[in-house]
Structures are given as structure tokens and as C-alpha cells.
Nanobody
Framework: QVQLVESGGGLVQPGGSLRLSCAASRSIFSINAMGWYRQAPGKQREFVATIPSGGTTNYADSVKGRFTISRDNAKNTVYLQMNSLKPEDTAVYYC?????????WGQGTQVTVSS
């Protein structure tokens, strides 16, 4: 099993930045892929970014050029650097890990972009 704990959410003004963290309970070397998803009120959960264990990163079109996903293997942590934030980025952000064919989710962290 994999436990995931997100942190770093909060309230930020449009144009601002936040960095989300996702700490895994086991070595992320052994995890096939990790990623970030988000869910806005009244909407379905949507893909944001993913970083496979040995492949290239992938982003939703809506965040390309503004968000960057990265990993620190020594800390078993994946990050999401979010720049040039917009009100439409407001959502609960969830970390996801794919391990041995199963999906594992964190509890989510709220990001609110508002003036």
C-alpha cells in the first residue's frame, strides 16, 4: 500500500504562485507513476500533471507553461510548482500514485485563487 499526504495549498491572488507537496509512505522508485489531479466545486476530478518513474512528464493543456511537476527521490516526495495562477485554478488538488496496478489517493489540499 501507499499513503500519500499533500500539503502547500492556500489562498493566493491571481498571478501568484504556490508549491504543492505530496509525501509518499514508501520509496517513489517503486511507484509506477505519480501525478496531480484537481476537482473544482460542482465539477469532475480532472488530470493536471503526471511524472512516471522512468518517462517524461505530461500536463493538461490548461496548465502547460505555468505548472511544473517534479520529484525528489531522496525525500519520497513529488511537487507541483504552480505559477501565474488564475481563478479557474481554484480546486482541491489531489496526489495520485499508481502502484502494482492500483490507484492510491491523498486526502487533497485546497487551492483558492482570488483577489
Amino acid at each position: 500500500q501507499v499513503q500519500l499526504v499533500e500539503s502547500g495549498g492556500g489562498l493566493v491572488q491571481p498571478g501568484g504562485s504556490l508549491r504543492l507537496s505530496c509525501a509518499a509512505s514508501r520509496s517513489i522508485f517503486s511507484i509506477n507513476a505519480m501525478g496531480w489531479y484537481r476537482q473544482a466545486p460542482g465539477k469532475q476530478r480532472e488530470f493536471v500533471a503526471t511524472i512516471p518513474s522512468g518517462g517524461t512528464t505530461n500536463y493538461a493543456d490548461s496548465v502547460k507553461g505555468r505548472f511544473t511537476i517534479s520529484r525528489d527521490n531522496a525525500k519520497n516526495t513529488v511537487y507541483l510548482q504552480m505559477n501565474s495562477l488564475k481563478p479557474e485554478d481554484t480546486a482541491v488538488y489531489y496526489c495520485k500514485a499508481i502502484y502494482w496496478g492500483r490507484d492510491y489517493w491523498g486526502q487533497g489540499t485546497q487551492v483558492t485563487v482570488s483577489s
